[in-house]
């Protein structure tokens, strides 16, 4: 539970938040952190999560419309972001938390991907953006001084094996936050991504090798894992006028994970394990 004491730091301003599936999601917990921070905002999810999932709960503990849409579709892209402005009005801030590979769900391998599943994991994970942002553009739905976040993973930078072609669609992602960043800052509209260190939640328990990864992250990361909540609080202040100049950013939120070499626990752990396979030789 997230215990952080509320500054209002968003109080007034609407938003729209796409990808909540249960409580132990990003996006979840970064509702809830915008509620207490005084935000109003829409949900929305594909129809398949939304039945998988317990969306409309979180519609009801914050008084949010929740709108069912599919991404990949620019038709309801557009229909959706219609429907969250009569709703709530034009927005100041967004964020995208979805993701998604049928390849790494059917445990293909990398080198023998099937290339119309990598489409979707491209078009439901990355160009998304592009079309939830350029669906606000020509709608006219993003105020002056609005804030896009995506939600990433250092696989963008470093291959992950058990990623798989979400490292690819992670690179896009960045990619586009970028491109749109740099069109939309005349109006002092800011778009970054978060680089979120490995989190149990229900999408992170359906990489193969998770474990592994949170147990190698946390051990490396001087200040340990972030939690969801850690996540939520982070995208409140890039939500909030607190941090009007920072824009086309990928901002690492991994405890220190992506810039530190080695850890003392890594390199004792090694040790160990070293005088463990002399032992048994």
């Known amino acids: 539970m997230n ?55 979180l519609g009801e503990l914050t008084d949010s419309e929740v709108f069912p849409c599919d ?29 998604m590979s049928p390849n790494i769900r059917k445990r293909i391998e990398y080198s023998q991907l099937n290339y119309g599943l990598m489409r979707q994991t491209l078009d439901i994970s990355a160009i998304s953006l592009h079309k939830i942002l350029q669906a606000c553009v020509q709608n006219k739905a993003l105020n002056d001084g609005a804030s896009i976040i995506a939600l990433t993973y250092i696989g963008a930078q470093r291959v992950f094996s058990k990623y798989s ?35 149990k939640t229900s999408a992170g328990s359906g990489i193969r090798g998770f474990d592994a990864m949170y147990e190698f992250a946390d051990k490396l990361s001087p200040l340990g894992n972030p939690s969801a909540d850690d996540c939520a609080d982070y995208c409140v202040t890039l939500f909030s006028d607190l941090t009007r100049k920072v824009t086309m950013q990928n901002l690492f939120h991994d405890g220190g994970f992506s810039t530190n070499g080695i ?5 004792f752990d090694l040790i160990a394990l070293n005088e463990q396979k002399n032992t048994s030789e």
Request: aromatic share 4%; charged share 25%; with cysteine.
């Open 263 to 267: 850890s003392e626990e890594l390199i």
């Open 165 to 199: 072609d979400m490292n690819d669609a992670k690179a896009l992602l960045e990619s586009i936050a970028r491109n749109f960043g740099s069109r939309l800052g005349q109006k002092g509209i800011r778009v970054n991504t978060i680089s979120q260190g490995p989190t």
């Open 71 to 99: 991404v990949s579709d620019y038709k309801q892209v557009v229909e959706l972001i219609k429907k969250t402005i009569d709703s709530t009005g034009k927005l100041d801030f967004i964020l995208h938390a979805v993701g």
């Open 3 to 57: 215990t952080t004491k509320s500054h209002q730091l968003l109080e007034g301003k609407n938003g729209l938040i796409f990808g909540a599936l249960d409580e132990r999601s990003l996006a979840w917990r970064v509702a809830l952190a915008c509620q207490r921070e005084g935000a109003r905002f829409t949900l929305s999810n594909a129809p398949l999560a939304m039945r998988l999932g317990t969306l409309q709960k």
